[in-house]
Nanobody, 123 residues
């Protein structure tokens, strides 16, 4: 089992920044990847960013490119999401996910999920 512990959510004004953290306990898996998904009220869950553990290749949703940065701490098995220039439309519950992943944009490929952390951006 992999346990995920999230932190860093909160309330911020438009244009501000937040950094989300997700620490995983347990062992990494084949094709291990970690990512951040978000779900806004009345919307489907969508991938925000993902990173592969070996090699560190990244993926970003078009809506956050240039504003968000995903990174990893290999030793701590921790992933971060630095969110800059936040907009009200970024308001959502953000979920950390991890697992043995082939297609990082497919949520069902992630076996492990955090509890979610609320990000609210006010104008």
């Amino acid at each position: 089992q992999v346990q995920l512990v999230e932190s860093g959510g909160g309330l911020v004004q438009a244009g501000g920044s937040l950094r989300l953290s997700c620490a995983a306990s347990g062992r990494t898996l084949r094709n291990f990847a970690m990512g951040w998904f978000r779900q806004a009220p009345g919307k489907e869950r969508e991938l925000v960013a993902a990173i592969r553990w070996t090699g560190g290749s990244t993926y970003y949703a078009d809506s956050v490119k240039g504003r968000f940065t995903i990174s990893r701490d290999y030793a701590k098995i921790t992933v971060y999401l630095q969110m800059n220039s936040l907009k009200p439309e970024d308001t959502a519950v953000y979920y950390c996910a991890a697992g043995s992943v082939v297609v990082v944009t497919t949520s069902r490929e992630y076996d492990y999920w955090g509890q979610g952390t609320q990000v609210t951006v006010s104008s």
